[in-house]
């Protein structure tokens, strides 16, 4: 019989884990308890209440391990190479080559919420003239000044044109530090005109022909940098098999979100179906491990589910969640207010969906580069929204801003609109800064009020 899921603090979760371990659990190198990263400063997991599953368990401690793997990659003799901005293509021709590891120094977004501000990184970028005008993402610029997270990679590729200002700006900062950067060009996505010939993206998108051309002629050139770099000839072959990977990680996380999105109930919290979704974009660091910790939950979620069981109850309001939440905290409010995740958009979608494996590699990797929700109106964005909402059933649209972000400033309010037209469902926008505890009253209330906005007008 599966036991009823549920959630546990970090004390709650160290009684279990020794448990767990008395009857017999076997885990990898990096596992052990969840409250020894607080030792490493990681303070907010003594705000968070986790999934008590062994599958949770080793998500957790494979995200909080990233830095000390990337760190034993590089005295083990691979080569760094840092992303920054496309969020899922270049980590597929990067993982295509032997002894190479590849991360995106943008996640130390999260450090000032993990740490609690503690890692004083914000600081250092206020000192280097990147306040708080800009997202969070300039938490990158104090963790390339303080040396105190991830390794400083060997190389670091960036793309640019259809990018956010914050990114942009943060990475030519970063370059004028002394960081040289590998730039590629990444086109704003537009409608192809009438009789101009057309390529269908995987996720939904039609770009013309001739702007996926030119992302493949960038692309080329990247590919040409990671071979130079690798030492390495990165052929059709060898990247052919990456994108096979890759799709190996994505249909994981495709079957865990179906799962966890429509069941009647969430086998899985919103919590750490974000942190599973995120490892879409990089694999972690390690794309085997990747595969093996996906794989877990998905078998968790599944034995869940043919239980009837669930993480939340299945009374719970069925919430579309836009965009990524500075407070990973902001996850489990949803919850306690009566919500669930059935669908996200975390500005990352195009590193869920599969990448065509029927055509040439690089037009491949060119197709799903474009496909960026990112990098075209935000009423692509909106469209895509409003067919996984259908998808997923959802009853309501949670617009999570980001401060500071420059995307945030006006695409919430067309998204909003066009979801509340379509779909006739209530939209709220709020907005989730690295630390939410002293608005964290304000933000609880508002997902109530949704909440019973939606019961409301459930018909009974
Ligand atoms: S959160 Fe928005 S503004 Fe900040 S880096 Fe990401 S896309 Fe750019």
């Not at 003799?77 to 032997?98: E, F, I, N, Q």
């Amino acid at each position: 019989m599966t036991e009823l899921p549920c959630k546990l603090t970090l004390d709650q979760w160290d009684r279990r884990y020794d448990a767990l371990v008395a009857g017999g659990l076997r885990e990898p190198s990096y596992g052990g308890p969840l409250g020894r990263h607080v030792d490493d400063g990681n303070l907010r997991l003594c705000k968070l209440q986790m999934d008590d599953s062994p599958a949770a368990l080793r998500l957790w401690n494979f995200l909080l391990s990233e830095e000390d793997r990337l760190a034993d990659a590089r005295r083990r003799g691979a080569r760094l190479v840092g992303v920054l901005k496309d969020l899922g293509t270049v980590p597929v021709m990067a993982y295509s080559l032997d002894r190479v590891v590849a991360f995106y120094p943008d996640g130390a977004w999260w450090i000032p919420c993990v740490m609690e501000q503690s890692d004083g990184l914000l600081a250092i970028a206020d000192r280097l003239g990147v306040d708080e005008s800009f997202c969070p993402v300039r938490a990158m610029l104090g963790a390339f000044e303080s040396q105190a997270h991830f390794p400083i990679p060997d190389l670091l590729i960036a793309s640019v044109g259809a990018t956010c200002d914050d990114l942009s700006a943060i990475a030519q900062r970063l370059e004028g530090m002394g960081h040289p950067i590998f730039w590629w060009e990444i086109p704003h996505r537009r409608p192809p005109e009438a009789g101009e010939d057309a390529v269908h993206l995987p996720g939904g998108c039609v770009a013309p022909a001739a702007q996926v051309a030119f992302v493949r002629d960038e692309l080329e050139r990247v590919r040409q940098c990671l071979a130079r770099f690798a030492g390495q000839e990165l052929t059709d072959a060898r990247l052919a098999e990456g994108i096979g990977r890759a799709n190996r990680v994505r249909r994981l996380l495709g079957q865990l979100r179906q799962m966890a999105y429509s069941a009647p109930a969430a086998p899985l919290p919103a919590l750490e179906m974000l942190i599973a979704e995120m490892l879409a974009i990089h694999f972690c660091s390690d794309q085997n491990e990747c595969m093996a910790v996906l794989g877990e939950l998905v078998e968790e979620a599944r034995r869940r589910e043919r239980a009837g069981v669930g993480a939340v109850a299945p009374e719970a309001v069925r919430v579309f969640w836009l965009n990524p939440v500075a407070d990973l905290r902001a996850m489990n409010v949803l919850e306690d207010a009566g919500g669930r995740v059935c669908g996200t958009e975390y500005l990352f979608s195009h590193a869920l969906d599969p990448i065509d494996e029927d055509v040439p590699p690089t037009e491949a990797l060119a197709r799903s580069a474009l496909a960026d929700l990112m990098v075209g109106s935000p009423i692509d964005r909106a469209e895509r929204v409003c067919r996984d909402m259908r998808a997923f059933g959802a009853e309501a649209l949670v617009i999570s801003r980001i401060p500071g972000a420059s995307h945030c400033s006006l695409e919430g309010a067309i998204i909003g609109e066009v979801v509340r037209q379509r779909l006739g469902v209530p939209v709220v926008e709020v907005e989730v800064p690295p630390l939410t505890d002293a608005m964290e009253p304000t933000l609880r209330t508002r997902l109530e009020a949704l909440v019973e906005t939606v019961r409301d007008g459930r018909t009974p």
